[in-house]
């Protein structure tokens, strides 16, 4: 079976993209988070990726996770406990217009986790994109694995677990650093 993964150049776009999502939900739920990040490879300019944003609502504690989720809910979103782990919650989208800003924005397809500011996973995906911004060498490599992986990856949990040993090794780097 072919791959159906398809990574795209880099994208300016996709920055714009985030500012417009973020502004949605930073006037949604401006008192109760501490900040919303663009994390992922979508995160880091010159890096290929798939067109899709991985954002981080970052939040104090789990106290005001409930009224998150239903701040959340208002405008379009539903909670994926099933997808959820330990310090980072998933949120779906009801449809392309999610956020619902009145507007009947379509929006680019994106990813929507809300974690704990003293999150694990929330410091791996910062250290991750952090790292990668600040070295260009680990931006070309990470770039021709991730293609090369999906050019013979039959779905994308294989292509996931292909690209482990490199997200390994470069958290190493940044969080040993």
Not at 4 to 26: A, G, M, N, P
Request: proline letters at 2%.
């Amino acid at each position: 079976m072919l791959s159906e993964i398809e990574i795209y150049e880099y994208d300016e776009q996709w920055s714009k993209s985030f500012r417009l999502l973020k502004q949605v939900i930073e006037l949604n739920l401006t008192d109760l988070v501490i900040k919303v990040e663009h994390v992922g490879s979508t995160a880091v300019k010159g890096l290929g990726a798939k067109p899709i944003l991985d954002i981080d609502i970052v939040i104090k504690s789990y106290d005001v996770l409930p009224a998150v989720i239903q701040r959340l809910e208002k405008i379009g979103y539903f909670h994926q406990e099933v997808w959820s782990i330990e310090g980072r919650e998933a949120f779906g989208r009801k449809d392309t217009l999610t956020p619902w800003d009145g507007n009947n924005t379509i929006w680019m397809e994106h990813h929507l986790y809300v974690c704990n500011q003293d999150s694990n996973e929330l410091a791996r995906h910062i250290a991750f994109r952090d790292y990668l911004r600040s070295n260009p060498e680990a931006v070309a490599e990470y770039d021709r694995i991730k293609r090369n992986i999906a050019n013979r990856a039959t779905d994308r949990a294989d292509y996931t677990i292909g690209k482990t040993d490199f997200i390994t090794k470069i958290l190493e780097r940044a969080i040993g650093e």
